[in-house]
């Protein structure tokens, strides 16, 4: 089951395809994110027309997949280019909220 509480979650900000399993997500994840530890971390992949989802992440004992395709519509890409997201920009990216813009009460500390 996925923690959103206490992981870090990163989007990959360029086109994928979605026909990768297992080692290939694992393979994009050392490639866009080679300083990242995988326990505790979820990566977040989206195709080229921004109707699929894919969510990747190390569950204790091995890889898991959690993936969303949508019927109508596509999914919008955060604005900016960061990789790291919070939890909730990612809650906003599967509810198919776009902001205009984000104003956080606070700043917090990475």
């Not at 994009?28 to 080229?48: A, C, I, Q, W, Y």
Request: aromatic letters at 10%.
């Amino acid at each position: 089951m996925i923690q959103l509480s206490s992981c870090r979650i990163f989007l990959c900000r360029e086109a994928t395809d979605m026909r990768k399993s297992f080692d290939g997500l694992a393979a994009l994840v050392s490639r866009h994110f080679p300083d990242t530890e995988m326990t505790g971390s979820l990566f977040v992949f989206m195709n080229k027309r921004q109707t699929h989802l894919k969510a990747f992440y190390w569950d204790e004992d091995g890889y898991a997949i959690w993936m969303k395709r949508l019927r109508n519509g596509c999914f919008r890409k955060l604005p900016g280019d960061e990789k790291m997201i919070s939890r909730r920009e990612l809650t906003m990216l599967l509810e198919g909220i776009v902001p205009k813009r984000i104003n956080k009460r606070f700043k917090t500390e990475k």
